[in-house]
Structures are given as structure tokens and as C-alpha cells.
């Protein structure tokens, strides 16, 4: 599996699991202060449109930088992020047909750029990692799904979806 197909995999996957649930629980927040479902994926929008949305090939050296490698080891272990950019919050205005809508019009963004690039091409500047391949861009955006699947699949007392197993997300921890 190329890492564009795992992050359409591992999209679809997040889609379905709040998909899955019944239309009041994608709006509860399992905590106060904490991120519906809903609002998890309005979230990864948000953070694919800031990524995808700047993608341009340019010519440069990528590299497995520290930062790169911190930030996938992170994410694939799910560990609490202490903070969220301001403009990474949902801000709970977008049913889920519209958030994803929106997810499917940036990664159609997202495929163009990885059809065009070329091997070693630079395609979008992360603001913790900086330049990032097509291959990396795809593996930094596969590891922030994972991490949020993680979360959004960890138990949570006093909930229940059809799962048994709705998360509590709090976006100072994530």
C-alpha cells in the first residue's frame, strides 16, 4: 500500500467510525471542554486544508528530519498533544455531510499533488517539520488519523455508542 492509499484508507476509516454512530453522539462531547466526534474530524479538515492547501512542488532537500520522525513516533503512539493552533479548532458549525465534503474536496487537492510530484519534490511545508516529499506529507497526514483513531476508540466511562467505546477527546490533551 503506497502511503497515499494508507491515508484514504485510514480517512475512510475515521469517516465510518463517527459514521457509524447515531446522529445526537456525533455532537456529545464526552467531556466539558472536550471535541464531539463530530468536531475530531472538522479537525483533521482543518489540518489537511492547512497542509494540502499550501501544496506546491518545489525543488529543494527534504529529509527525515527530527521533527518529522518526533512527530510520527507521537502520533503513532497516541500520546495527549498539549496544544492545538487556534486555527486548527473546530468551531462545530458543519453537519457531517458538509465536514465530509470538504474532506474529500481538499484530498482531491491531495491526490492531484501526489500524481504530479516527482520522486524527492517538495510539496508542502509543515510548520513543526518543514519541507516534506509527497511520500512524507502522506505519512505525517496517515499519522495524525491514526493518532485521532486511537483516541476516538479509547473507552470512555458514562458514553456508550454503538461501539461501546466513544471516546473522550480534549483537545488540550490531543
Not at 465530509?100 to 501526489?114: E, Q, T
Not at 479509547?154 to 456508550?160: D, H, M, N, T, Y
Request: with cysteine; glycine share 10%; net charge neutral.
Amino acid at each position: 500500500m503506497t502511503p497515499y492509499e494508507r491515508v484514504q484508507a485510514l480517512r475512510r476509516e475515521l469517516f465510518e467510525d463517527v459514521a457509524d454512530l447515531p446522529a445526537p453522539a456525533r455532537r456529545t462531547k464526552a467531556i466539558p471542554g472536550g471535541w464531539s466526534p463530530l468536531e475530531l474530524l472538522e479537525h483533521t479538515v482543518r489540518e489537511d486544508r492547512m497542509l494540502i492547501g499550501r501544496g506546491a512542488i518545489r525543488k529543494g532537500k527534504p529529509g527525515r528530519t527530527p521533527g518529522l520522525i518526533l512527530v510520527l513516533f507521537w502520533n503513532r503512539n497516541a500520546w495527549p498533544i498539549p496544544i492545538t493552533l487556534p486555527s486548527l479548532e473546530p468551531r462545530d458549525e458543519a453537519d457531517f455531510a458538509q465536514v465530509a465534503a470538504a474532506s474529500d474536496a481538499v484530498h482531491r487537492g491531495l491526490g492531484l499533488i501526489v500524481g504530479a510530484a516527482g520522486e524527492g519534490d517538495i510539496v508542502a511545508i509543515h510548520p513543526l517539520v518543514g519541507r516534506l516529499t509527497a511520500d512524507q506529507l502522506c505519512e505525517v497526514i496517515a499519522s495524525h488519523y491514526q493518532y485521532h483513531l486511537q483516541r476516538l476508540r479509547l473507552p470512555s466511562p458514562g458514553l456508550s455508542a454503538p461501539t461501546g467505546n466513544l471516546a473522550a477527546f480534549d483537545p488540550v490533551a490531543g
